[in-house]
């Protein structure tokens, strides 16, 4: 394909604008629905480029409770009412004492797998 080819075909207004449009899925939690006698379902999304650094640059946090954190979008992990029901004085400490260390970490790889990490995103092209 031709340099100008492949830019005209970047420009198509098709192609959305990762920072703006990230995508999103929807995660049933086993372990909460079972107990609930309901589905637990986590919306999670992506994050723009700029929150995956800050949050890989930051040595003082649970890098997974962070990613799960930025990436919740429902329910709000950072409200009041659950960090009251779960004790947390912080949002982190709330996910810690709701969620098992396994179910963080699933749910912060979801986040990563929307915004491209832990998948393979592309793929050698070999000349015939």
Do not use: H, W
Not at 70 to 81: M, N, T, V
Not at 87 to 98: C, D, I, Q, Y
Not at 100 to 122: F, H, K, M, W
């Amino acid at each position: 394909m031709a340099e100008k080819d492949l830019l005209a075909l970047l420009l198509r207004p098709e192609l959305p604008n990762v920072q703006k449009d990230l995508p999103a899925a929807r995660y049933r939690v086993k372990r909460l629905s079972e107990l609930l006698g309901q589905d637990v379902v986590f919306t999670l999304r992506g994050l723009p480029y700029g929150k995956v650094q800050k949050i890989r640059e930051s040595l003082a946090g649970d890098s997974s409770v962070d990613i799960l954190l930025a990436g919740c979008a429902d329910p709000d992990l950072r409200s009041p009412e659950l960090a009251a029901k779960y004790g947390g004085a912080t949002p982190a400490e709330t996910v810690k004492a709701m969620l098992l260390p396994g179910e963080i970490e699933d749910l912060a790889r979801a986040v990563e797998r929307l915004c491209g990490y832990r998948r393979t995103t592309i793929e050698e092209i070999k000349n015939a």
